[in-house]
């Protein structure tokens, strides 16, 4: 994608067979301007210098681990600071869930 190209996030869904755990939230009406993904693990310690919040962020094993080690009250303010950043969507992968607290953050 340039500058100028978008695609839909409910197109992103759609295609990567995602689920889609915040349904009250209308993905027809954000769109995905940057090709790339992220894995936000220096955010996740707080570090969000050179941060492309344009991006669609990935949760994978490694930042899933770190935030289970942290206690409920830090894993909550890492989420919500990472979720306040303007996000385009946030991708739990290799089956790995949210906690139910997380998901009602991010509506």
Not at 11 to 27: C, G, H, R, S, Y
Not at 29 to 36: A, K
Not at 52 to 73: A, C, F, H, P, W
Request: proline share 6%; hydrophobic share 35%.
């Amino acid at each position: 994608m340039n500058g100028k190209e978008r695609v839909n996030l409910s197109k992103v869904i759609e295609k990567m067979n995602l689920v889609n755990l915040t349904p009250d939230i209308d993905v027809k009406g954000i769109w995905i301007h940057v090709p790339e993904f992220n894995r936000p693990a220096l955010q996740l310690t707080g570090f969000y210098d050179q941060f492309d919040n344009d991006r669609i962020q990935i949760i994978g094993n490694v930042e899933y681990s770190y935030l289970k080690s942290l206690s409920d009250t830090e894993r909550f303010e890492r989420y919500m600071q990472l979720l306040s950043s303007n996000i385009p969507c946030l991708i739990f992968c290799r089956n790995l869930e949210p906690e139910p607290e997380i998901i009602e953050l991010a509506k």
